[in-house]
């Protein structure tokens, strides 16, 4: 998708809606700006709170990323009870 947008006062630029719409940015999110190449690259950015950030480190996904697999080839148990599942612990 090519598309154009014009700086206006302050420097300020507006995004198309097209891109918006592809990148799923609403009024309010934060977008990271950096320049690689002489070109200006953005990334929306999502902010989380602070208690919930350890989920989204990279050791945290890379374990949800294995448990999903596991689940879909099926290298899951389920128990009845706690006491069931310690005594598979054994």
Known sequence: ???????TRHGQITLPVLVR???EIEEGDIIEISV?????????KKL???????FWSKAWQEGEREADQDIK???VKSFQSVEE???ELG
């Open 1 to 7: 998708m090519l598309t154009y947008t014009k700086v």
């Open 21 to 23: 719409r592809e990148l």
């Open 36 to 44: 690689e190449n002489d070109r200006a690259v953005l990334v929306p």
């Open 48 to 54: 989380v709170d602070k208690n919930q950030a350890y």
């Open 73 to 75: 080839e099926g290298r």
């Open 85 to 87: 599942l310690f005594e």
